[in-house]
């Protein structure tokens, strides 16, 4: 069993930033990546970040490459979503999930754990 608690998200003006957190606790040490992942409302979920546990190899969404940054600590089994530059279309229900296996790490059904995900909002 893995478990996955996001936090960080809140309510930001245009333009702002936010970090998001996601600690990973369980048998963790069998993953390959951990993603993020947003569901805005009325839309499907959709990929936004994922790195790997070994090696820290990164790939992003191009709709979120050069203002979002995800990086881990290792120690502390966390992942982090740096968010920069934010615009309204950016509200989203932010999950973070774990991917067992070595692959693309970039579709959801790449992931067997998720947390409960964390609200973001963004006002213009």
């Known amino acids: 069993q893995v478990q996955l608690v996001e936090s960080g998200g809140g309510l930001v003006q245009a333009g702002g930033s936010l970090r998001l957190s996601c600690a990973a606790s369980g048998r963790t040490f069998s993953s390959y990546a951990m993603g993020w992942f947003r569901q805005a409302p009325g839309k499907e979920r959709e990929f936004v970040a994922r790195?790997?546990?070994?090696?820290?190899?990164?790939y992003y969404a191009d709709s979120v490459k050069g203002r979002f940054t995800i990086t881990r600590d290792s120690a502390k089994n966390t992942v982090y979503l740096q968010m920069n530059s934010l615009k309204p279309k950016a509200t989203a229900v932010y999950y973070c999930?774990?991917?067992?296996?070595?692959?693309?790490?970039?579709?959801?059904?790449?992931?067997?754990?998720w947390g409960q995900g964390t609200q973001v909002t963004v006002s213009s």
């Open positions: 999930a774990r991917a067992p296996r070595a692959g693309s790490a970039v579709q959801e059904y790449e992931y067997d754990y």
């Open positions: 790195i790997t546990w070994i090696g820290g190899r990164i």
